[in-house]
Nanobody, 122 residues
Framework: VQLQASGGGLVQAGGSLRLSCAAS????????MGWFRQAIGEEREFVAF????????YYADSVKGRFTISRDNAKNTVYLQMNSLKPEDTAVYYC????????????????WGQGTLVTVSS
């Protein structure tokens, strides 16, 4: 599966952005989808995942209550709605897909998009 992330940009603290990740291939609905982020000089960090049918989601503590992951299997797309953004949310955001059980460990994800930059100004 090929993934294409979009929707990043520059936003002021307290603002919102919605990231999208479009997937190719007919097996999109069988994958767990995740969002990760990586700030300059930092390790790649888990943000959220959603199971194949959207029935279960899980978030990093740092974004819980502010970010929402969702998916539309008919459109082969996963979304990340980001509200109440903070300067510490500044990073390149990546979408990723994995088969098998859901999880937050980035090395368990098989497919990665190219990343989209989110910059939050104070």
């Amino acid at each position: 599966v090929q993934l294409q992330a979009s929707g990043g940009g520059l936003v002021q603290a307290g603002g919102s952005l919605r990231l999208s990740c479009a997937a190719s291939g007919r097996t999109f609905s069988s994958y767990v989808m995740g969002w990760f982020r990586q700030a300059i000089g930092e390790e790649r960090e888990f943000v959220a995942f959603i199971t194949w049918n959207g029935g279960s989601t899980y978030y990093a503590d740092s974004v819980k209550g502010r970010f929402t992951i969702s998916r539309d299997n008919a459109k082969n797309t996963v979304y990340l709605q980001m509200n109440s953004l903070k300067p510490e949310d500044t990073a390149v955001y990546y979408c990723a897909a994995k088969s098998g059980p859901a999880g937050s460990y980035y090395r368990s994800y098989n497919y990665w998009g190219q990343g989209t930059l989110v910059t939050v100004s104070s």
